[in-house]
């Protein structure tokens, strides 16, 4: 399921700033939203787990 | 209930609440008649398919997020639209109508003559309509 933020401050479905995903959506045109500024999405994040010098 | 004068219709288009600048709108919910007349009868009629319209006249703005931005992505593809008779809180006596699936053939980005405001009207045909009285 992907996931947008909140870009513009007249989005009915969220408040500037949040996340909303996509079933939230569910009717809408989400690339027209994207394409608008409305939207944008999130990506996921990769994990990476870094171990630094001092903790070995 | 006492008459109604249209001071704040809630108009959403693909989810961005755009009533601030549009100053006509007219939601039209109709289900096309079939006729099924035999022999012997008068004409009678069933009720077929929703053949909704929904026309918007919208105050042409370029800003970021707004009219334009909103709208030209919008031709030619299905989208939802949601109108009330006024922004306040839905309920019975300040529906919600919610038209899914309506189609935006058309948008006239630049319109008007001198010294008049640009406008776009906008017609959404078809979709399926809903009536709710909550949020």
């Known amino acids: ?56 | 209930m006492a008459q109604l004068v249209l001071k704040n219709a809630y108009i959403t288009v693909n989810g961005v609440t755009l009533s601030d600048r549009s100053n006509s709108v007219e939601l039209n919910y109709e289900v096309e008649s079939v006729e099924v007349t035999a022999f012997g009868g008068n004409r009678s009629f069933v009720g077929g398919l929703q053949n909704n319209t929904t026309t918007i006249e919208f105050m042409q703005d370029f800003a970021a997020a707004n009219v334009e931005a909103t709208i030209f992505p919008l031709v030619g593809t299905q989208t939802t639209l949601i109108i009330a008779a006024d922004g306040g809180a839905f309920s019975t006596t300040n529906p919600k109508y919610t038209v899914t699936g309506t189609y935006l053939a058309s948008h006239t980005p630049v319109a008007g003559a001198v010294g008049e405001l640009a406008m776009t009207s906008l017609t959404f045909t078809g979709g399926t309509l809903v009536k709710t009285t909550t949020a």
């Open chain 1, 1 to 56: 399921m992907a996931s947008y933020k909140v870009l513009s401050d007249n989005f009915a479905l969220g408040k500037q700033g949040d996340t909303v995903d996509s079933e939230l959506l569910d009717g809408c045109n989400i690339s027209a939203l994207v394409d608008a500024g409305h939207l944008a999405e999130v990506s996921a994040k990769v994990s990476k787990t870094v171990t630094s010098e001092q903790e070995k």
